[in-house]
């Protein structure tokens, strides 16, 4: 065959050979293109092979997605079929995937292709029926391609609404004592052979991430049969069994993906795609850029989950990179045989014993009832502090150790959950976090029967482990809103564990739990008030209005029977102020601090809802009493620094800000939300100090490339150079850590040549987001800059162009062109671009120190 010319395709090579056909690289004659030509093996007049290689042409050339293979045709030349197809120059996930997988930010990339090329299938009625590592290519450039629809099926619903449809013999579909597919990646329901939907696709894709992370499958029998039978029958083992250093969030993604039940797995890939996505951004800890070279950016309140916002200051993303921690502090006491006076707690998870997938939503409840009902008891001593079960989940903390050096935490609980049919058994245990001894432990045993008496006593004990007295009013206010029915708390307590995950079917699980124990108890307040919380969720992830509605109602009835619950109101405040009631959310949370006084949380969204109704003495005289309350309190003093930042009032920021290095002196978000402080009224020498302090507290890609963000700026080329480098070695795949290191070897001696490489492989990554969402105007104008840095004006101009029309409205794309047209000589529009990034708050101290305007500074026209 090499060198024959079928139809219009000359043969150049032979690229491999399977039981489905032979695959060849051929170059079309008409256009000129390199493409990849499949065919049937000589001879072969098999009709349902011959049906299959059809259908996958249908199949796919029914779809255009950048992560799904193009077709560009069929032939038949002496009654043999051909495919052309796109040829993809890479390997495949099979090839790439190591004995110990592939690294995280790896498996985060290239998962989330996946999950976006399933979404574009799905919608097309489209189900695969064969996701595994060797229908997966990756690319030279890391662009991953879904290949192999030969066994593709179009969902039913599809197919009645009219939409493209084919037949097929049925033999292309079953075969008798065969099952469709690939053992290892079956789906339970392709194993039974039951009729198998789009949520078959994300079995498989579970198993092929599994893969990915752990360097093996979760199924590993010795023959198909034996692999068939584990994937029915045994646990999912979790994946950081075989990985430890996986993050919590993907783990509960992959378990997500792989459970057995279809109702119970992600119902769409795009949900799976969403937490993907939410993952990989917290991973990677990357913010907005503010210029060539992103810089400083301002400290601003983490409001991006209306459920985070619990106890805790919203930190500061500081840094054009940085997204960062909540902060906390760490005073470190003096190390006590006894529990110390002054008692700062982080609840961690609890252990599933025996790893019972069914009982992990419990265990996860159950720390946040725990750390809930811990926080209410701060009011009545003054000495208590718990951190936040949102800031333990998203710092991944399971050690004592763990929680000190990153929360600032004393002491810690940890403990354990094993549940069988009959019964509970809970350990409890008290941890000095400085001296890692085990203070103290209690063991609860109840028959399920008697779970509800578990609410009080757990509570109880802990309090008495902490030598915290509880008197009338505490236990009247801890039994306030609770069930003495043992079936709605265990719906409870799953749920809660079910509102902690990201993905809307884990909603939807949360919602149906707590929908059966306000059955169970018509009168359960806790329980109405997670429907609110979950309602509005659901709200937030689909932005369907119609669970707005059911959000008020159950906030309401929980109000209507017990109107003495604090953090009840606090969550009515939530969605009010979400809903866009403020006033109405004001009251709310006014109603809150009359109830508790001391209620951080209430305190902190009251001050942000004055502030976006634009009361600022309010927000102010907010702020300034939550900080007076309790001084050695982080959380106030961090919001009202955080307000006077916002405000542009640096003088009065400072100040506030130093402060809280001074509570939390080995606290490395303190010195990064001063450096921001530093940076923004033009004294850069102690930004530079400040974030030099937090790298040495604790080294990340975003400190390290915001410390040289800072040298850039002033002239310290030499010395940005290697943070940079160690930057784009922690963060390979982010585009703008990529642009910041051409940056600093462009103005560094001999360093041109590296400059380029730099922005090449920035530009390279940047095509790579624009092929997931082609309408991202500030990737568009990143990728624009970096092709204006490359001296690509024919692509620059258009793509600037494009991206100012696509966010008229947004800073970072209009700074993005002013540097852009700048570049590629086009002055007049740089001078509209640069107007446009004033107005809209570029800083003016970057402007002026940026050395490719230098040019555009000097032209009178500028005048800022």
């Given amino acids: 065959m090499i060198g024959r010319t079928v139809a219009h395709y000359e043969i150049l090579e032979k690229l491999g050979e399977g039981g489905m056909g032979v695959v060849y690289r051929a170059r079309d004659t008409r256009l000129g293109r390199t493409v990849a030509l499949k065919a049937l093996p000589a001879g072969d007049r098999n009709s349902a092979r011959r049906a299959r290689l059809i259908l996958e042409a249908k199949a796919a050339s029914a779809l255009n997605h950048p992560n799904i293979v193009t077709v560009y045709g069929i032939e038949t030349v002496d009654e043999v079929d051909y495919i052309a197809m796109e040829y993809i120059q890479g390997e495949t996930l099979t090839t790439l995937i190591g004995p110990k997988g592939v690294g995280l930010s790896e498996a985060l990339h290239y998962s989330t292709q996946i999950a976006a090329g399933l979404v574009a299938a799905h919608a097309a009625g489209i189900v695969h029926r064969d996701i595994k590592p060797s229908n997966i290519m990756v690319t030279k450039s890391g662009l991953v391609k879904l290949l192999d629809f030969g066994i593709a099926r179009i969902e039913a619903n599809k197919r009645d609404a009219g939409e493209k449809t084919w037949t097929m013999p049925p033999e292309v579909f079953t075969r008798p004592g065969a099952i469709v597919g690939s053992a290892p990646y079956l789906s339970p329901e392709q194993i039974k052979e039951k009729q198998t939907d789009h949520r078959s696709d994300i079995f498989s894709f579970g198993v092929v991430l599994y ?14 049969m034996e692999i068939m039978l584990e994937i029915l029958k045994s646990p999912t083992p979790s994946v950081s069994e075989k990985r430890p250093n996986v993050p919590a969030g993907l783990d509960g ?16 890939a795009e949900d799976m795609l969403r937490d993907l996505q939410q993952l990989t951004r917290d991973w990677e800890t990357a913010a907005t850029a503010t210029g060539a070279l992103p810089a400083v950016a301002q400290p601003s309140a983490v409001r991006h989950s209306f459920w985070n916002r619990k106890r805790m200051a919203r930190a500061a993303a500081v840094g054009a990179l940085l997204v960062l921690a909540l902060a906390l502090w760490n005073m470190a006491p003096r190390i006590l045989n006894n529990v110390p006076a002054e008692k700062k707690i982080a609840v961690l998870p609890f252990r599933n014993v025996g790893r019972v997938p069914e009982n992990q939503a419990l265990c996860d409840g159950l720390m946040e009832e725990l750390s809930s009902a811990l926080t209410q008891l701060e009011q009545f001593h003054g000495s208590l502090w718990v951190v936040p079960s949102t800031e333990v989940r998203r710092e991944q903390l399971a050690s004592a150790e763990g929680a000190r050096r990153t929360l600032g935490a004393n002491l810690v609980i940890a403990g354990s959950v ?13 941890v000095d976090a400085n001296s890692l001894r085990q203070l103290s432990s209690r063991t609860f045993q109840k028959r399920l029967s008697e779970l509800a008496d578990l609410q009080q006593s757990v509570v109880h004990d802990i309090a008495e482990m902490l030598e915290l007295e509880l008197g009338s009013k505490e236990r009247q206010m801890l039994a306030a809103g609770e069930t003495q029915t043992a079936e709605a708390y265990e719906l409870y307590l799953q749920a809660q564990g079910y509102l902690q995950r990201r993905g809307v079917s884990d909603l939807d699980r949360a919602i149906d739990l707590l929908e059966r124990a306000v059955a169970r108890d018509p009168k359960y307040v806790l329980a109405y008030a997670g429907l609110g919380e979950a309602y509005w969720k659901k709200y937030r992830a689909t932005s369907d209005t119609k669970w707005v509605e059911s959000a008020r109602a159950n906030l309401n009835q929980a109000v209507a029977i017990n109107d003495r619950l604090a953090p009840v109101f606090v969550t009515r405040g939530i969605i009010q102020e979400g809903a866009g009631e403020r006033d109405e959310a004001v009251a709310s949370f006014q109603h809150a601090l009359e109830l508790d006084p001391i209620n951080a949380s209430a305190y902190s969204e009251l001050g942000h809802t004055y502030e976006d109704l634009g009361k600022l003495d309010l927000a102010q005289s907010t702020f300034e009493k939550a900080a007076q309350l309790r001084p050695n309190d982080l959380t106030g003093t961090t919001d009202l620094g955080l307000f006077y930042y916002r405000r542009g009032r640096y003088k009065d920021a400072l100040p506030t800000l130093q402060r809280v290095t001074a509570l939390a002196p080995d606290y490395s978000s303190g010195y990064t939300n001063l450096a921001g402080a ?7 020498q102690n930004a530079a100090v400040s974030y030099e302090k937090s790298l040495a507290l604790r080294p990340t890609a975003s400190a390290y490339s915001s410390l040289g963000t800072v040298y850039y700026f002033l002239d310290r080329c030499p010395e940005a150079v290697p943070l940079m480098e160690k930057a784009s070695e922690m963060l390979p795949k982010n585009d703008q850590v990529w642009a910041n290191l051409g940056d600093v070897y462009a103005c560094s001696p001999n360093g041109a040549g590296k400059a380029l490489d730099a922005y090449k492989n920035a530009l390279k990554l940047g095509n790579q987001q624009l092929a997931i969402n082609s309408k991202d105007a500030e990737v568009l104008s990143r990728v624009a800059l970096y092709q204006a840095r490359l001296g690509n004006y024919g692509e620059a101009v258009p793509n600037t162009r494009r991206a100012l029309k696509l966010a008229p409205g947004d800073r970072a794309v209009a700074w993005h062109a002013a540097l852009a047209y700048e570049l590629a000589g086009q002055r007049e529009l740089a001078l509209d671009a640069i107007r446009s990034a004033i107005r809209l708050g570029q800083p003016l101290q970057e402007i002026n120190r940026e050395p490719a305007l230098a040019g555009l500074r000097a032209d009178p026209r500028y005048q800022p």
């Avoid at 893969?211 to 198909?224: H, I, K, T, V």
């Fill in 253 to 268: 993604i992959v378990r997500n993906a792989l459970e057995k039940d279809p109702i119970a797995r992600y119902q769409s």
């Fill in 678 to 684: 530093y940076w923004m009224s033009g004294d850069y």
């Fill in 211 to 224: 893969q990915m992370l752990a360097g093996d499958r979760p199924f590993n029998g010795s023959s198909e």
């Fill in 418 to 430: 094993q549940r069988d049919a009959e019964q509970i058994h809970i350990t409890a245990s008290l």
